[in-house]
């Protein structure tokens, strides 16, 4: 894997009541997207160094992509208590960012729970309880949009982690004495093999950069969702704002989460064969070319 390249510039906001790490990459001046990192309780890392294609199209730079770690993760951790991390706080993070950062017009990219996280806020915005609406929203295998779809993720990903092909992988890393001769090449092989269900082809989860959840955060912002349906809310379904959804046919969170998205926003949906949850490992050109594609479109 490519190594990640430095940013061009990095801060911490100032107008959050945690301070947030922030980054940019590509060119300053360009057309910006913000980029939502997937979690909860993750940080943006893991999204590099593949994601920062979307900076280059055709191989020159000519977009400024902005990433942060949300609160609860990476360098954002907060001195908080962990039930005060909600949904919410973090829908009210990503607004200030937005205007601390003067992203206008705001074209959001979700990768998972950032998908999800960037649903919340079009519909806070759509129904008038924040001041910042995204111009344009592009969703990458969205966290489920309802608490019966994330039911049906966390059953397919438990089979998958404890399927015939995943442990003959474990017992194979075990038998090796990989521990004992190398042990960050161990610890790498056991970062792989804990996110291999995510994958199509478990064997592509070497491509994917090493990134830690922090759990009490993740915890704490799946409960506050409570028995969430995104798709049967009316303020949900008053969001009008062009988006696309890109899903991996075998992502373990159900392709029946974003048919439903894409049916209540009049979304445009890109169904990726031969991949799962991380299309940016496994059908990196499938997913930009239909990321390009809508990038230009008028809607």
């Not at 607004?95 to 999800?116: F, Q």
């Not at 059953?155 to 474990?170: D, K, M, T, Y």
Request: proline content about 8%.
């Amino acid at each position: 894997m490519p190594p990640i390249p430095p940013p061009r510039t990095i801060g911490f906001t100032t107008t959050t009541d945690v301070p947030l790490y922030w980054c940019a990459y590509g060119a300053e001046g360009g057309e910006r997207l913000l980029v939502l990192h997937g979690g909860p309780g993750a940080h943006h890392d893991y999204l590099l160094p593949q994601m920062l294609r979307l900076a280059s199209p055709g191989g020159v730079e000519s977009r400024e992509l902005l990433f942060y770690d949300q609160r609860g993760g990476g360098r954002s951790r907060s001195e908080s208590r962990d039930g005060d991390v909600t949904w919410q706080t973090q829908v009210k993070d990503l607004e200030r960012v937005v205007d601390e950062l003067e992203v206008r017009p705001l074209t959001v990219v979700g990768y998972s729970w950032g998908g999800l996280l960037a649903l919340l806020f079009a519909r806070e915005a759509a129904a008038g309880r924040i001041r910042i609406k995204p111009s344009r929203l592009i969703l990458v295998d969205p966290a489920p949009v309802a608490r019966r779809f994330r039911d049906q993720f966390e059953r397919e990903f438990a089979r998958r982690q404890s399927g015939p092909e995943i442990q003959a992988l474990r017992d194979e890393l075990a038998s090796s004495a990989l521990r004992e001769r190398d042990l960050d090449a161990y610890r790498q092989r056991s970062f792989e093999l804990s996110v291999a269900g995510y994958f199509a082809d478990p064997r592509k989860a070497r491509d994917l950069t090493p990134f830690r959840v922090t759990g009490r955060i993740q915890q704490s912002v799946w409960e506050s969702l409570g028995n969430y349906d995104l798709p049967a809310d009316p303020a949900f379904r008053a969001i009008s704002v062009p988006t696309l959804i890109v899903h991996g046919r075998q992502d373990p969170i159900p392709l029946a989460s974003s048919q439903e998205c894409a049916s209540a926003l009049h979304a445009r949906l890109v169904v990726l064969d031969e991949c799962g949850h991380v299309p940016y490992v496994e059908q990196p050109d499938g997913l930009f070319r239909a990321i390009e594609d809508f990038l230009v479109s008028k809607s």
